[in-house]
């Protein structure tokens, strides 16, 4: 069974603070992307990457940095956390793009920024 | 700029029903079109897609049409279930990395 763990369900963090929300693929794929969820705008892609150490800006990166050192596992770091990051946060990984190109995702996580 | 727009936001439809959703997109490069379904608490799962070379593709109860020259493409559930009850996403990309565009959402309430 395909699975993308994302490493906390729910995360409340300060003003200021630095955020890491981590994920990890068992599938082997080499694209791994970060989207977050707001309600009435759907899923924007903050950040992607295409392999190992690579990494390419997605719609709305301001605020948030990623790193991928593993293949398996994409961060997603927010340097210092706003309240308007307040949002869920979905990982998400697929095989280059092809006859199949699947997205899996993760279950999320809930970030509440105070 | 929104380059896939989703209607309705929601939807309520009886048990038997037809449900419809409907997206339109703006990018003609756009190659790889699927729908995603959420359910509370969990992330997006892949229900089914198409690609722009076939008009209409069915799945079970679920049909994506798709209008190549009109930029649109819509869900059809048939036979609504309260099970078939979820978010449901639009969404489109092209080639290269699989970077998929999705739309705003809609809610699918099946009434009993």
Redesign the interface.
Known sequence: DVK?TQSSRYLVKRTGEKVFLECVQDMDHE?M?W?RQDP??????IY?S?DVKMK?K?DIPEGYSVSREKKERFSLILESASTNQTSMY?C?S????GSN????????TRLTVV | QQQVK?SP?SLIVQKGGISIINCAYENTAFD?F?WYQQFP??????LI?IRPDVSEKKEGRFTISFNKSAKQFSLHIMDSQPGDSATY?CAA?R???????????TRLAVHP
């Open positions: 993308v694209n992307f989207y009435g705008l759907g899923l924007r892609l992607f295409y390419e997605g979905l998400a697929s095989p280059p793009a190109t699947e997205a899996f995702f993760g279950q999320g | 989703q936001q790889y699927p608490g969990k992330g997006p799962a892949l897609a996403f990309s080639g290269g990395y699989n970077k998929l565009i999705f739309g705003a959402g």
